[in-house]
């Protein structure tokens, strides 16, 4: 009776719990952040940020025990093998920071903390399921689940104007980017009949033959994933979304987005679409090379730290386009190496321009910085190793991972590339050393006094940061009397962020082992 | 005692220094250089000379996906540099010692790093590892120039751009081409990835690819030297840079890049070394007399120093690009040499500037000697060393240069003479105005006080030193100069043999 009945059901697909625990812990987190949030009323400002963190650390554990299983799940709709769960460590290191920094910031409160916590969980969540999807219906659900959470955490401080902006900026440039995306999945499923990278894979291995459906299908994908990976021509949204956005958000959609888009476009590209390789390097070379330059020339001119980081952003999308290029496991080791040192640097930065923020009367712009390594060399110090790190300097760990990615291009025959990669890095250190500059060797200008009576207006056309609304709420106010003593979690982030860019710049075989391991699961490719 | 130590106590002596503050750093600062010295001379006196290859190695694998080692050793071309290196960096640091500093902790913090890098740099016998160092050391240099330079902000600002820019355009390239030798050796010989610059050396690359990269390696070393063409940030740079962290960046810095040629572009590059002979000596020829004619006109005494700088950088590369054993000994002492005036050079200045009123203007002083016998004394005898007095250390090492490029390429040799006359035009006109003339009343002479001798006396006694025994560094170095300009002698002799065999060949029938 049992086994008629077994053999009479639809046949659903075995389901590996196992498998799913890193997904699913993320996602019992959100949810319980947000039921909890609801009874708790006033606590819930330290329990759910508290829960968050517990649900991150079990996501992280759970993929420890996972490591090197190598499964498939979901009918091979999801593979969590190696380059999943490092980049999952990757994602939920920067979760982690992102939760510490938002702790005692004025967007949770305003948004309401547990359903802030919540969305941030979710978007993990997309983020994990965009770098595992084996499937263009899963990279799709991934896409827009990492997606949505932000365009709302985008709008979180909703009573300032900017962050308003913000949130309904990305949410029309993203939406854009989502249905290109689709579209060219839809053309890529009728141009190969198979919506599995691997079904897409058999189907191409005869070669592509100036496929012209495929190859609009290839063209829109990229697009679509070039607007999350803030990839130029597709990067204008950047500088504005990040300015506008809550900065614990910026910080965290700086990294974790990007570490979602190349997980997702490496397995793509890498397994799916490898036979068609000689199609689209040449143009994912032409956009690296756009971006690098367009990113580096960008951030120049730029006073606002988030926005000189967004482009900053933009060119390093440009370095990590790089190993993608090449289409060789030492391209995907190359990329995930520097993701994970990218982290490390972005987050490190952003805690610092967090902390200033909060204690200084120009918010996030550079006179807010001037004379920090006198004044307060525990800032200053994490900011000028990120800084130096995301240059590429030796003994940070950003010299390293370029170096790795210009070992792969020469290797993969893109020498060019790599010039072109260090000539970025040159144009960047403008930008970076007027920074290190500000801290080191300017003034020091007012920092915001506990009793804001008539703070003076920000010197200098700052016409692009809205003007401070006071009092979101009663709590807001409380917080911001509080903010000119360093937060100890702020400084905490910072620091082992700063630690970890030295760490790896000297010692950089752990690392190196992980993204060996991660870049090893493309069997596809040497 | 390995090298490491030897290289890394600066910037642990260094950080010390910076977490206990401002009251301890500057002493533990003169403590840790003297320590070092200390090293760097058990490590001369344990050197065994008469030997090409490498002595008291570490070799330890440091990222062995990529096949860099964290590769150290010393031989006869790194021995000397190393010792001079520690040597100027103490005097540098005592030199430093004697002035408030802002943040002391800080400054010797960066002092120390420099040290650690420049060290690091000598010392590396892995190519990742040497552009490691090499391009590590700007940031010290940076930091020193921008905090606690010389004139007023945007001065500094000005300088430190030009010096980061210029300096990073070429270590970048040269990051590039570093790992181009390793990626395509390996694939030109199908072996594993490496960067040990032995087995770089075994594993020649194709013409074409030398020549491109020998291009980049040769603008980073040019532009730190800085040669002719590529010395657009010198002005500026030098003159906001503080004067220990000047002394030791024109003593010790410039002379990483022109070791940088005979350590690693004369054997990883012969071909390319042979092609771009003439190219080279060019750019070398310009510098002398470039750096020779500003000096000579220059009415800054720092600027004086620095062109003359440029002209006996000039000198150096000149030896290296002769392609024999005579010039690259010549070059190697000639950089001992001119690191041991440049630090006494430029303590001078500052002490000629304390005694004009804190200007560097040659029309400021005059006079000075009068009432200071002998600082003036001692800036004769450092003078004379510098513009190569038949008798000094720099007279043996520019007549080793001389008679290298001779034997090479004579027409070079006779234009590259001519500096050594100006060498003297632009020293001692220095000299004379500044020590002599009419006693100008805006300059406040006064006698060297005893602090300031302890400075410049060890350096005078160790150029005099030298000159009396230039063997001391010739003796150290010969087999292992030998061995490195072998490879491209070994091409230089080929050319000339095949060319006279088609030559024969064409008059036989």
């Known amino acids: ?526 | 005692m390995t090298l490491s130590i030897l290289i890394w106590l600066p910037l642990v002596v260094a950080v010390f220094g910076a977490i206990l503050g401002a009251k301890v750093a500057p002493k533990l600062a003169v403590l840790g250089s003297l320590a070092a010295l200390g090293i760097a001379i058990s490590f001369v006196v344990r050197f065994e000379s008469g030997q090409d290859t490498l002595q008291f190695v570490t070799n330890e694998s440091w990222i062995s996906e990529l096949g860099i080692s964290y590769k150290l050793g010393v031989d006869g071309l790194n021995v000397v540099l190393l010792l001079l290196t520690t040597f100027l960096f103490a005097l540098a640091t005592i030199f430093a010692n004697l002035r408030e500093w802002d943040r002391p902790g800080l400054f010797y913090f960066h002092l120390g790093l420099a040290q650690t890098a420049v060290l690091g740099a000598f010392c590396a016998q892995d190519l990742i590892l040497f552009v490691a160092f090499f391009d590590l050391m700007l940031i010290p240099f940076y930091f020193l120039t921008g905090i606690w330079g010389c004139g007023d902000r945007e001065q500094r600002v000005r300088g430190t751009q030009k010096l980061v820019i210029y300096t990073l355009v070429g270590s970048l390239l040269m990051l590039v081409a570093a790992v181009a030798t390793g990626v395509l050796a390996s694939q030109q010989h199908d072996t594993d990835l490496t960067f040990a610059l032995s087995a770089l050396q075994e594993l020649p690359l194709s013409e074409g690819s030398q020549q491109w990269i020998f291009l980049c390696f040769a603008a980073a070393f040019l532009v730190k030297m800085p040669a002719f063409p590529l010395h657009g940030w010198l002005p500026d740079g030098y003159k906001a840079m503080p004067l220990p962290a000047l002394a030791v960046f024109s003593g010790v810095l410039s002379k990483v890049a022109a070791y940088g040629f005979l350590r690693i572009v004369l054997p990883v590059f012969p071909d390319a070394s042979v092609h771009f002979q003439e190219l080279l000596l060019l750019i070398a020829l310009a510098s002398i007399l470039y750096g020779s004619a500003m000096a000579f006109s220059a009415q800054n005494v720092r600027l004086v120093v620095a062109y003359s700088s440029v002209a006996q950088m000039g000198f150096i590369t000149l030896g290296i690009f002769a392609l024999n054993e005579d010039g690259a000994q010549g070059a190697l002492l000639q950089m001992v040499n001119h690191g041991l005036v440049t630090v006494p050079l430029f303590f001078i200045v500052a002490l000629l500037a304390s005694r004009a009123g804190g200007s560097e203007e040659l029309k400021d002083m005059g006079g000075i000697a009068f009432r200071a016998p002998v600082l003036a004394t001692l800036f004769l005898i450092v003078s004379l060393a510098t513009l190569a007095m038949p008798g000094s250390a720099n007279f043996a090492g520019e007549f080793l240069i001389l008679l290298g490029v001779f034997d090479a390429k004579p027409a070079f040799a006779f234009f590259a003479a001519l500096g050594v006359a100006l060498a003297a035009v632009y020293m001692l006109r220095a000299f004379i105005r500044s020590m002599h003339n009419r006693v100008n009343p805006s300059a406040d002479s006064r006698e060297i006080t005893f602090r300031d001798l302890g400075v410049l006396v060890p350096s005078v006694v160790v150029i005099v030193a030298l000159a009396l025994y230039p063997q001391f560094g010739l003796s150290k170095s010969e087999a292992t100069t030998k061995a490195a300009v072998a490879q491209v002698q070994a091409k230089t002799g080929q050319l000339t043999a095949e060319t006279s065999s088609q030559a024969s060949e064409e008059h036989t029938p």
Request: with cysteine.
């Open chain 1, 1 to 526: 009776m049992t086994s008629a009945l077994v053999t009479a059901a639809v046949r659903t697909p075995h389901i590996d719990v196992a498998g799913l625990s890193p997904l699913i812990a993320l996602a019992v987190g959100g949810m319980l952040a947000l039921l909890v949030g609801i009874f708790l009323g006033r606590s819930a400002r330290n329990v759910t940020p508290l829960i968050s963190l517990l649900a991150i650390a079990a996501s992280i554990g759970l993929s420890i025990w996972q490591f090197g299983e190598g499964k498939s799940v979901v009918a091979d709709a999801l593979a969590i093998d190696d380059l999943t769960l490092t980049l999952n460590f990757v994602l939920c290191a920067t979760g982690i920071a992102a939760i510490l920094l938002s702790w005692r910031s004025r967007a949770a409160s305003v948004a309401g903390h547990p359903e802030y916590y919540a969305l941030m969980m979710l978007s993990l969540l997309g983020m994990l399921v965009l770098v595992g999807s084996q499937n263009l219906v899963t990279l799709f659900i991934g896409f827009e689940l990492l997606s949505i959470p932000l365009y709302v955490l985008c709008a979180a401080e909703f009573r300032k104007e900017g962050s308003l902006e913000s949130g309904l900026k990305y949410l029309i440039v993203g939406s854009v980017g989502s249905a290109t995306l689709l579209y060219g999945l839809a053309l890529i499923y009728g141009a190969t009949g198979s919506t599995d990278f691997a079904g897409i894979d058999r189907a191409l291995a005869g070669g592509i033959n100036g496929d012209v459906l495929l190859l609009s299908g290839i063209g829109l994908t990229l697009v679509g994933l070039a607007f999350k990976a803030s990839v130029a021509p597709f990067h204008q949204w950047t500088p504005d979304v990040y300015e506008g956005a809550p900065t614990p958000v910026t910080a965290f959609m700086a990294v974790a987005t990007k570490v979602a888009a190349f997980g997702v476009l490496l397995r793509l590209f890498d397994t799916a679409l490898v036979n068609a390789q000689l199609d689209w390097a040449p143009i994912v070379a032409a956009l690296a090379a756009i971006t690098i330059v367009v990113g580096n020339v960008g951030a120049l001119s730029q006073v606002s730290l988030k926005r000189m980081l967004a482009y900053s952003g933009v060119a390093q999308a440009g370095y990590l386009l790089c190993g993608l290029v090449v289409g060789t496991q030492l391209g995907v080791k190359a990329t995930v190496f520097y993701l994970a040192v990218y982290c490390a640097m972005n987050v490190a930065a952003f805690a610092v321009v967090i902390a200033r923020e909060r204690a200084s009367e120009y918010g996030d712009e550079l006179p807010a910085f001037a004379g920090l390594g006198r004044s307060n060399p525990l800032m200053a110090w994490p900011m000028t190793i990120a800084l130096l790190g995301l240059a590429g300097i030796p003994a940070t760990a950003g010299f390293i991972g370029k170096f790795y990615l210009i070992d792969a291009l020469v290797d993969g025959g893109y020498a060019w590339l790599g010039i072109v990669l260090v000539v970025g890095s040159m144009i960047s250190l403008g930008y970076y050393l007027r920074v290190i500059a500000a801290m080191w060797m300017g003034e020091r200008s007012g920092d915001v006094t506990p009793v804001r009576t008539a703070a003076p207006a920000p010197a200098g056309g700052s016409a692009g940061t809205p003007p401070v609304m006071a009092g979101g709420s009663q709590e807001a106010d409380a917080e911001l009397a509080r903010s000119s003593k360093l937060e100890p979690e702020v400084v905490g982030v910072a620091w082992i962020a700063t630690a970890v860019v030295l760490f790896f710049g000297i010692i950089p075989s752990p690392l190196f082992e992980l993204a060996g391991k991660a870049g090893s699961v493309f069997t596809g490719i040497f």
